[in-house]
């Protein structure tokens, strides 16, 4: 049974997290709204609501790895964080993923048991990321 319980999901398809996420979400019983930010890109009141909400500066939302991020010289501790916001703009693949919200928060969802957090029930057990690490033993419980 699918539930309103609201979800949303910022997905990169290509992503073995944000898919982890997407399919945990998903065995939960939920039907999240999924925003494809690499096709839609961001705004910054968008980037600033999103990182407000889950306790996040944009250093610590920066994709660093399989990313431009060293290219365009934005690993230097002193890069500001509106520099970093421009630069996310542009390159929204530099924002680190999936980002999830419901009713019970916000949250960067790496490692992708973190989503667990931000639903009101689990999946049934047991449930496996793609890498074959469980996260929902049989009888239903969070491994942590």
């Given at each position: 049974m699918k539930s309103f319980f609201p979800v949303v999901i910022h997905h990169n398809p290509d992503c073995g997290t944000s898919r982890n996420v997407l399919e945990l979400i998903h065995a939960a019983g939920y039907e999240p709204t999924i925003i494809e930010y690499l096709k839609l890109g961001w705004?910054?009141?968008?980037?600033?609501?999103?990182?407000?909400?889950?306790?996040l500066t944009p250093r610590a939302a920066l994709r660093e790895t399989k990313?431009?991020?060293?290219?365009?010289?934005?690993?230097?501790?002193?890069?500001?964080?509106?520099?970093l916001l421009e630069a996310m703009i542009a390159h929204p693949v530099l924002v680190n993923r999936p980002i999830v919200a419901t009713p019970k928060g916000v949250k960067?969802?790496?490692?992708?048991?973190?989503?667990?957090?931000?639903?009101?029930?689990?999946?049934?057990?047991?449930?496996y990321k793609e890498d074959g690490g469980m996260i929902i033993d049989l009888e239903g419980r969070r491994i942590l």
């Open positions: 705004i910054r009141p968008q980037l600033l609501a999103l990182f407000a909400a889950a306790g990313s431009p991020a060293a290219e365009l010289g934005l690993l230097d501790p002193a890069t500001s964080d509106d520099v960067l969802c790496r490692p992708s048991e973190l989503a667990l957090d931000l639903l009101e029930r689990l999946p049934l057990g047991p449930f």
